[in-house]
Structure formats: structure tokens, C-alpha cells
């Protein structure tokens, strides 16, 4: 990441000292003589106040997360603030005059694929509560997949029947309308989510709107690149179902790599001893999972649905298989690599928007761009929030249940669709001669519905009356957090260090595996309440892909408790004896299954 | 670092796709026509594969590790590997023919001092022991100061010597030879290091080299530095004086800021409540570290000496300050960075020894070079050892007393002077005619070193009979390994659990501080023996640098009983009360100080 910082700051500062030094006082700049770039020692100097001042920039946001977190403000928060950072020092730079404002800093969207969003997604993957994710898997599928495709479609159709009235100047094709209404449907799950964590909001609301953000993401990106493919093409009415053909293979295979990846990772750490050596091992679990995003980009598949999914399967099946230490050093990077790249995204963001030069900003069309997000938002949620009550009812055979998704969760889901940096990134990929001014459009709606969705989620909690404080309210904010397990007794913490006293054994015999899983389940359990209830799980959309369509694969899933029942029993007696380093029945004693 | 990776990967792909695809086989490569870099989409998928590709040279590379370490095999070392994979890959890009062969890989030394580097000095300052290194520090700084200064002077001379023949027409002035006796006196503490860890070999030998090593870099940049700042200048026997002088004046200064920086961070955490927020707190630690580094670069002093004793400073003082978590995390995270760090500048050493297409190899200078580095660490190591054996014996008054560092030490010290990639990084910023052969020369003996030494350290203590096996053998490599404490009893983990409750209290009494500290300084004590004889630091060179001169600042600190007692209690009595958080007297009853 410092690299990236190292060339925005180099963009930035070269800038910055063509000019007076007035605009940043408080930094002894060297000369401008010295800055010739041929020689490494001046360079390196040069690029170190370039550096200094970007994680400047990020301290001051990690700051301002901090007091707006301990003074309880609602009002504004901390992406906002990162934003706004941003835009101070890209503004100084816009303003100030020289002969280098080309050099100035772009949003490079091969530097946000490939080093800022890995680590993010990554993390949610490890990090996903399992068992609410699972549980609530229908739900979220239903916002994921048909509402992505809802919103995109509305905005392309709104877009482009806007700009078929020629008021700007302004004509795209309805393929580019539908690009553009795919980079603008992906939601961002930073913001709200840090706000949600902060309030500890019902988990079942914040598990739904979690995943439609996170599998959002992947399906807009698969979304726009299928666009692409139809860029100069001309779209017949097949070209529908060729793109939702493509769609779908592209989800599932990727899927496929990313399970996959992290059973070569379980099995490779269950067969080898690499535990024993848990600082080669921690290394290994991370750029391995790397791999998975770069090895499924790198085949035109999508890396996101590969690491998120990669994540995930390391955390049900690699994760007891390692050692202690790298259990805990993969929790950690993994949150502090996310941190990081979340903080920078949204300084960035701020920062592209002044400094970007090719931008053409069209007012109307931001505006009107800005409407319709809200009203395809609109159309996604608010009919699918009534299918999916329906197909609850239906399922539970009771027509006066209550509702699975009532309407103040339903207001908020709508809320919570404050668009991100993933959105920008695509946006970068939007071909053709109205390219700036689409990526202008998508720039500043995406910063504005930060502002002002993120501005005024945590009052509009309060406004719909969401049950806030579901979680015991603790002095972390972490979860993991080791100084404060949450249902630990004294007695298991000391039969847990008692039980991983065998791994000092030299003679590593197979024996000693089953006591670390023993002690890696139950300091799980402290922290995961029934990580295990995962074992719920569907059998996902690899088994439908190929079947009747959309519609039913959605049915399916939701309805799907005999299968969620056969794969429980598949995972319990086939996977786990294979994947990980016990024997089922050592593990049912330890009491880490809860009866289903 | 990965875009580190991503630079050298995308010139490395963009080189290999050039030609033929027979040379990767086993990845599909999409059609050449796709990698029209314009075009965000694509551009990000070629990427990919590079990415891809270099991270399986980094998997490999830990694969080795593993491997070579679970086997017990002593001929071949992880780095030696690290390099030839690197080589392989590097030979593969020449040998292919093509028109980007000046795109390809270089090695970048603007990356590798902000992205690569930084992460091993953090490391090795936050892991230091301290105890062991502070009581050989006489010592340690008599090798890394004299000594590196001895070492660059022989060889700047030989090779002046050489050069002034005209046997290869080169012809260099004494002022630059003695920069590649700089550059080529900067020791490289990976390789050795681990083989020592691996073989539990004496602390007291251990730290030596380990001081020296790190030290050693600082100092040899800052010497390099100097030497160029008089590359147009006429050289007077006055510009000697004036270049110890600035080489002195910078070593305190950014001594001092380090150690600012690390009381900084101690203070900030005592009055804050940041520890609340164990994610904020590890990301603050690991970005406010980092500052200290590129402040120091970019105020022309030196960044690792700063970053190193920020390191320092953070463990001995901040540390007790942070939450437990950020404890661990900051220790796993800062580990996690090095590895990879180190074991790339490897993979990348190798990968430039065939990529850079600039070099000029003068095969006779480069076997001088290599004589000659051999000669110098000869003139430095045993002359310097003498002395120390000579001033440690005046110190103990009795004429018969064992040798302070006996002949086997000695000859371990000089066999541990292989050279890194510190060297090469430096050898980049060489000037004049003559810098790419120069620069050849460097890289190659940098390499043969670590092949030749490296590969035969581990016979070498066979040889020499050097105790072995010192630390009670464990099954893990990492003192601080959670899994195997060391002299925990079950008691004070628990006590110890009990103790960091009170974090969960949501009031934020004052009172709440004193436990966590209890709770630390016990972990602490299971993992770092005697982290708190700590207290007997010297004062350092600060107080000395503008005295009398070198020699008798070094005497002063191998003498300095005195005040080593004066630093110890005003450590104890005026900086530990007002740096961390706890009452002295309450911490006297922890336990944790060991009477000296």
C-alpha cells in the first residue's frame, strides 16, 4: 500500500513544490534543485516527504474515527471526514498553479484492484459470522443478485432515456447506460457498517445488509464486465440471456476457485507440519488466499467472489487447522490490512475528486444521476422485501406471520444503499468518448451519497426505531478482542493452555492434533456464539447454476431446508473428517456441535 | 509491497508475452492483442498474472523455508534459494529475445527503501532483546562503528588501488571507491540470522552479530551519504574531520527523533483512550512508526537509525501503554511484513542479477571486490575484537580473565559479513561514469556473499565448536509464540485474565490502568525473560556524540557502570512514572523488577 501512497505522493508533492510553499507550513521542504529524480538518494528523500504527508493524512483519520467515537457524534463520520481530508489537499493542489497539474493524482484503478480491495474483502470473508450469514443467506441472495440487476437496469433505462433528450450534449449507447448502472450499484459496505458495528444494531439487519453489500460488489463487477463484452457489439434481445447466461457461469466458477483454494489450504496445512512454524505459516494462509483473487482475475472470472468465498472456506475448515498463533495473526492482519485500505479509499476518493484532470462535470446529469439511484434503490428493495415476506409466509404455512423483513428494516436497507469506492474503480473502465464525463458523474454521486446517506444513517436508526445495543455493549469494539471473551469461564481458558501444551512436543505424532482443535473450538466459541450453525449451510449456487433460471435458483435456496440438512450431514461426515485434523467423534465431545 | 510486486511483475509479463508463451506453461496468458494497458479492465487482468506469478516465487520461497527447516538441512539456505528462484525467472526474461527488454524488471530502490525495508527495521527494533542487547552494546557499537568505518576505508583503498592500475579501464576517484566500500560494508542480517535461530546459537554471539548487523546499515547509509555530498568537491584531509562530524551529528539526531517519536506514541496512548479501540490503536502504532522513518529520510537524516529506535522505544516504554491486543498485533503484524519483505528482496536480488540490462560486469574487478571485502572484514573483525578483549580485560582488573569475545567468537563474527540488499539499494544512487559498473560489482558480490557465507555458516559453527542449542529447544521458532510460554504457570494466566477484565468497564476510571499493566508486564515476563534489565541502558551516544571523539565515546560506554546505574534509576524514578501508566510503587510489587 505504501506504494501507492508513495506515487500518489510523489504526484502530489512534485506538484505541490512547483509552486510556493506556502500551502504546507509545517514541513520543511527540501529544494526544488534537489528534486532531479535521476538520482536515487534526492528521490528518495523527495518521495519520503510525500509518504510523511499521505500518512499524515490517514493518521488524521484514524484520529478523527477515534474522538468521533469516544464523544458519541452522530452526526458526521469518519469516511466523511476521510473524504474530506481528501478534498482539502486535492483543493490545495486544484488551486494552486504550475506546470505540473497533469502529474497530479489519479485514481488508479490497478492499484485499488489489486492492493486496496483484496485486503477488504478478504477480511469480510474471514471475518463473516457464518452462521447469521447462512441463516439469512436467502434474504441476502435476493437483495444480491435480482436487486443488483434491478437497480443497474433502472438507472441504465433512466440514463439512458435522459440522455437520449439531448439536453447536455450527451448520447450513450443503452449498454453504456447499463455499465454505468452497474458501477453505481455496487454498495459500499464501509461506511454503514462501522456505523452499525458502533451501535450494535440487530445482527439479523446488519448480517442482511453486510452480505447484499459485499456480494454486491461482485455481482456489479461481473455485472459491468458482461456489459463490456457487448460494448461494440450490437445488444439483441438473446444478448439478455447470453449476459445473464455469462453471469452466471462466471459467479459460480469463481465461487468454485475460491472453495477450492481454501480446501488446498486446509488440506495442506492438515498434511504438512507447517504449523509447527507458525510465522512461515501465517505468510502462507495470506498470499495464498491472495493467489485466489489474482489467479480468478487473472482467467476473466471474478477475484472478488473468489477471496470472499476463499475466506470464508478458510475460516470454516483451514482455520483449525492451524496453529494457535497464526489463528490469531490472520484475524489481526487481515483487520489491519482492511483498516488501512478502507481509511485510504475514502482519502483517495476526496482527493481524485479535485485532481483528476480529464474530469467534465455535467450538473444535470449528476443530479438526475443521483435521483434515479435513489429510485432504482427504490424498485430493488422495496418488492423484493415483499417477495421475500411472501415467500415467508408461504413457507411457514401461517398467513398471519409476522413479516420477515418489516418495513423499518426495509426503510433502512433502502437507506444503507450509499454507493463506494468499487463503484469509482469500474467507473474507470467505462469505455468510449463520454468516458470522462461518466466517470465525473459516477465520482461525485458516489461522494455525495456518502455524505449524505452516511451523514444521517445513525439518525435514521433512531427515526425508524431499529433495535440498537443487541450486542452486550463492551469497551471494544472488536469482537476478537482477547482482553474481553465474552462467555469465557476461567476454567476453559486454563484447560485451553493446558491442551495446546502438547504442540511443544517434538515428536509431532498425529496425536497431538486433536487437544489443538479441542483448544482452537472453544476459544472460538468464546468469540463466534455458534460459529457452527454454519453447518446450516445451503448448498449455495454451484448446484443451480445450471438449472431452471434466477428465479427458481433463489426459491430454491430459500426453501432449501432439506438440502440444508443434507449438506449439514455432508460437511459433518465426509468434509470435516477430511478437511480438518480431528475425528468427528472426538470433536461431538468437546460440545462444540449444537443440535440443529 | 504489492505493488511492488506489481511494478516488477507487469515489466516482467510485459517482457515475457513479448515472445513466445512456451517459457510460463502452466498459466493460460490471454491473447497479446488484450493487453492494451488502456483499457482498465484488461489492464487489471494482466496484472493479475504477474501478481500471480510473483507470488508463487514468494510461495515457493516459503515452501523451502519450511522445507529445508523441517528436514534440518544445513548445506542450502532459504535465501540462497529465495535467489535462485529468482535467478531461474530472471534468466528465463534475458535469455527470451524481444522489444521490451528495457522494461524489464529493476530493481527500484525508491520501493525498496519505502515499501521493502522499513518492515525488517521495525521489526528487528520491536523484537530486539532488549536486556541481552544493551548489555553488549560496548561491544556491538565497537563493530558497527570502527568497524564499518575500518571495512569501507580497506576497501575503498584496495580499490582505488585497483582501479588506478588502468587494467580495466576504469578510473575512479577516491571518493567513490570509498562509497563502494560503503555500500559494500552494510552487513545483512536476514540470512545469518535465521540460521542462528535455527540453531539456538549463544545469545551473547547471537546479539553481537545481530547489533551489528542492524547497525551496520544505518551506518553505512549514512556513511554513503556523506561521501557523496564531497563527489564534486575537491577532497582535503579536513573534509576527513568534517565527515566524521556530520556522520556523527546525523547518527544522534535521528536517534533522537526515533526516540521522540517512540515517547510520543507512549504518551499519546497513556492520555488517550485509543486502547478502547484495539483496531484504531494497532493501525495509529504501525503508521506513527512508519512516520518516524520518512520524517528522518526526508529531513536528510537517517531513516533506519530513527525507525530502529522507535522501535526500541515503542517496546520499552509505549508497549505497556497499548491495549493486550494491540500488543499482539503489532508484534504479528510487524513479524508478518518482515518475513515477506525479506524474503522478496531476495527473489528480487536474484531477479535483477540477470534483468538489469545497464550493468557492466568487469569480471577481474569483480574478483578483487570480492578479496578485497573478504580483507576488510579481517581488518576490522580481529583488530577491534583484540581491543575489546584488551579494554574488557583492563575493566576487570585481573590481567588473566577470559576473553570478552574469544578466537572461535571472532572468526564467526567475520564469516558472519556477508552483504544484503542494503548494499545493492545503496549502490543504485552511485554517481558518475562509472555507476553501472560499479553497480554490476556490488550486486554480484552481494550475491556471491550470501551464497558462499550463507550457505556455509551453518558447517562453520560445526567447525568452530560454537555452543549450540542454547534455549531450551521448542517446538516453535517465535519466543513469542502464544502457544508455547515458556515459564507461564497456569496461575498467573489466569490471574492474568482476571486482571485485563476491568477493560471491559465502560467508565474509564483511572484506576482501571494499573491491572492491564500487571497483566502485560507478566505476559511479558513469560516470553522476554528479562525484558526489564532493560534498565541498565547506557546513556547511549547522545550525550557523548559532541565529546571528545569516537574512541573515547565508545570506552565510555564500555565503561559505563556508573552511569548505566544513573540511567537505570533515573529510567526507574523520573521516565517510566511519566511515560507509562502505572505507579511505580505499584509496579514494584508485580514482581517484575529483578534487583540488579
Known sequence: MSSLLLFAGKQLLKRALSDDENEIPDVTIP??????????????????WALFILL?????????????????????????????????????????????????????????FNVLLPPIILNSG??????????????????????????????????????SLGLESINISFVDALSVGATLSATDPVTILSIFNAYKVDPKLYTIIFGESLLNDAISIVMFETCQKFHDKEAHFSSFFEGVGLFLMIFTISLLIGVLIGIIVALMLKHTHIRRYPQIESCLVLLIAYESYFFSNGCHMSGIVSLLFCGITLKHYAYYNMSRRTQIATKYIFQLLARLSENFIFVYLGLALFTEVELVYKPMLIIVTTISICLS?????????????????????????????????????????????????????????????????????????????????????????????????????????????????????????QFSRPYSDNTGSRSRQSPNFNSASQEDLLVDDDATNLDDIPPLVPNDANGPGLVSTVQNIITSDDRSKWFQ??????LKPVLLDIDPSTKSKTGKDSPN
Open 56 to 112: 499524515v493524512l490517514l493518521i488524521m483519520a484514524l484520529f478523527s474515527s477515534y474522538f468521533l467515537q469516544q464523544k458519541r457524534i452522530q452526526a458526521v463520520h469518519e469516511t466523511v471526514l476521510s473524504i474530506f481530508y481528501g478534498m482539502i489537499v486535492g483543493l490545495i493542489i486544484r488551486v494552486l498553479p504550475g506546470h505540473y497539474i497533469q502529474d497530479t493524482v489519479t485514481f488508479n484503478s490497478s492499484y485499488f
Open 569 to 574: 450431514s455432508f460437511d459433518e461426515q465426509v
Open 31 to 48: 529544494d526544488s534543485d534537489e528534486l532531479d529524480e535521476s538520482n536515487p538518494v534526492t528521490e528518495e528523500i523527495f518521495s519520503s
Open 377 to 497: 434503490r427504490w424498485a430493488a428493495v422495496f418488492p423484493l422485501s415483499r417477495l421475500t415476506n411472501w415467500v415467508h409466509r408461504k413457507r411457514s404455512g401461517n398467513p398471519g406471520a409476522a413479516d420477515e423483513i418489516p418495513y423499518q428494516y426495509q426503510m433502512m436497507i433502502f437507506w444503507a444503499g450509499l454507493r463506494g469506492a468499487v463503484g469509482v474503480a469500474l467507473a474507470m473502465g467505462i469505455q468510449g468518448e463520454f468516458k470522462s464525463t461518466l466517470l465525473a458523474t459516477v465520482l461525485v454521486v458516489v461522494v455525495l451519497t456518502v455524505i449524505l446517506f452516511g451523514g444521517t444513517t445513525a439518525g435514521m436508526l433512531e427515526v425508524l426505531n431499529i433495535r440498537t445495543g443487541c450486542v452486550a455493549e463492551d469497551d471494544s469494539d472488536d469482537e476478537f478482542d482477547i482482553e474481553a471473551p465474552k462467555i469465557v469461564t476461567t476454567s476453559s481458558v486454563l484447560s485451553n493452555r
Open 126 to 163: 474471514y471475518e463473516l459470522h457464518q452462521a447469521n450469514f447462512f441463516r439469512n443467506l436467502g434474504t441476502i441472495l435476493m437483495f444480491a443478485i435480482p436487486g443488483t440487476f434491478i437497480s443497474a437496469c433502472v438507472l441504465g433505462v433512466i440514463l439512458y432515456v435522459w440522455t
